[in-house]
């Protein structure tokens, strides 16, 4: 069985496979942007990977007319040749809103002829908000806050704010025009829906404005919503054809499955479609080890939280705290979930190594498992058994990788 160093040597193999900087030189190679006589070209790099994605583009292309990189607080570093502004993440605060402003001010800029070379990565929907008149930072907030706290899956909360955003949904590509856009496209949504990754400023809504206030009402937070959100979800949408863009996916949750899985003799993907509740995954988990699977059981997805309690804490650390308390007390058996981006949740850990004796070593600590879970508070919990995954941030971001060791499946 793996130890836990190797456990996360196995992990990093997964991040180190979606290298954003990697991704864009390869596909810039493959395909240049070409630009014809007298044409500028703009690039502009947003997401949790967007500056190492610049660097990459910069370091092949013609000297752009503009330069914007928009990513995290832990990403953001000086870039020579860009502007790096930082934002909020997961939930849009007012750096992000004058960087919403900022890439609006270059893209009015734009002419016929001239070439957008736009950059997505994970974590762009919090990250440039430009919320539609009459909704203000505040609210989008608030919004963020409701569909992060419900258990709604990344499609479904993308969906939604696209409705809320001018530059969601393809609105990039109308405030570029008449310019042409090329995307490269890091994915952090299991299944690769385009429309999902960054709420989509370079491809078509995921919904329509009529399934968006369904789906609202079906998840019980129409209600719920700032009166201006309801507003904005009530008026009738833009339905002039969206300009085109040329998409291109450079890197995926799979892609890095499969880098792990040639990297580890024994190993083999179980499911790369990890999704839903975290108990159901942390049940699906179980099952694998009991039904005896493979020595080394992959799984890469995104799986979602309810919040009940007050506690700190995210999705990978609930999951893998799940995880531990259904075979609490069993040995042969050590299990890890971890965010790629190197952050789970608001909180310094990826995610969390846990094993048979973990929930012992909490009650050691003096405090209560269940009591934790309950408030969603696996930080604390996690940290006490010093089970914690920290790896600091990585630079990218698809999604969630997890890996379950199996000393013996007979024993289960």
Same mark, same amino acid.
């Given at each position: 069985?793996?130890? !836990? ?10 991040? &180190? ?15 240049? @942007? ?22 990459? &583009?910069?370091? +092949? ?28 993440? =997961?939930? =849009? ?7 919403? *402003?900022?890439? +609006? ?14 950059? @997505? ?105 700032? *009166? ?6 009530? !008026? ?53 080890? !009991? ?16 919040? +009940? ?64 879970? &309950? ?13 914690? *995954? ?23």
């Amino acid at each position: 069985m793996l130890n !836990r160093a190797q456990m996360t040597k196995l992990f990093t193999t997964g991040v &180190a496979a979606a290298n954003p900087h990697a991704a864009v030189h390869d596909a810039l190679c493959d395909a240049p @942007v070409q630009l014809p006589d007298g044409g500028r070209l703009y690039v502009l790099a947003v997401g949790k990977a967007a500056r190492a994605m610049m660097q990459a &583009a910069l370091a +092949q292309l013609p000297v752009p007319h503009a330069a914007l990189v928009i990513t995290n607080y832990e990403n953001a570093t000086p870039l020579e040749g860009a502007r790096v502004m930082a934002a909020g993440h =997961p939930v =849009p605060d007012e750096n992000g809103l004058q960087a919403g *402003l900022a890439v +609006q001010k270059m893209l009015a800029r734009t002419r016929a002829g001239d070439r957008v070379l736009v950059l @997505v990565s994970g974590g762009g929907s919090a990250l440039m908000p430009a919320p539609v008149p009459g909704l203000s930072l505040a609210d989008k907030a608030q919004v963020n806050d409701l569909l992060l706290g419900a258990g709604l899956d990344i499609v479904a909360m993308n969906a939604v704010r696209q409705h809320l955003s001018r530059m969601k949904g393809g609105g990039l590509l109308r405030m570029a025009a008449p310019a042409q856009v090329h995307a490269l496209i890091l994915s952090d949504v299991i299944g690769d829906d385009l429309r999902a990754i960054a709420s989509g400023p370079t491809v078509a809504p995921i919904a329509t404005r009529d399934e968006v206030r369904a789906l609202l009402a079906t998840s019980g937070l129409w209600d719920r919503l700032p *009166l201006a959100a309801r507003a904005a979800l009530g !008026r009738a949408p833009d339905t002039s054809p969206l300009p085109h863009a040329e998409n291109r996916l450079i890197g995926s949750n799979r892609m890095s499955l499969d880098a792990m899985a040639r990297g580890c003799d024994g190993a083999a993907i179980v499911s790369d479609a990890l999704t839903g509740d975290v108990g159901d995954a942390a049940a699906q988990i179980v099952a694998i080890l !009991r039904d005896g699977g493979p020595q080394v059981a992959l799984f890469g997805g995104e799986t979602t939280v309810r919040l +009940q309690g007050t506690g700190r804490g995210g999705r990978n650390q609930e999951l893998a705290l799940r995880v531990a308390s259904a075979l609490d007390g069993i040995a042969g058996w050590r299990f890890l979930s971890g965010g790629t981006d190197g952050r789970d949740g608001p909180t310094d850990a990826a995610g969390a190594v846990v094993d048979g004796a973990t929930l012992a070593r909490i009650r050691a600590a003096g405090a209560d498992p269940a009591a934790l879970l &309950a408030n969603n508070d696996s930080y604390r919990a996690l940290d006490l058994a010093g089970d914690l *995954l920290i790896t600091g941030a990585t630079g990218t971001n698809v999604a969630d990788l997890q890996i379950l060791c199996i000393d013996d499946a007979r024993a289960f």
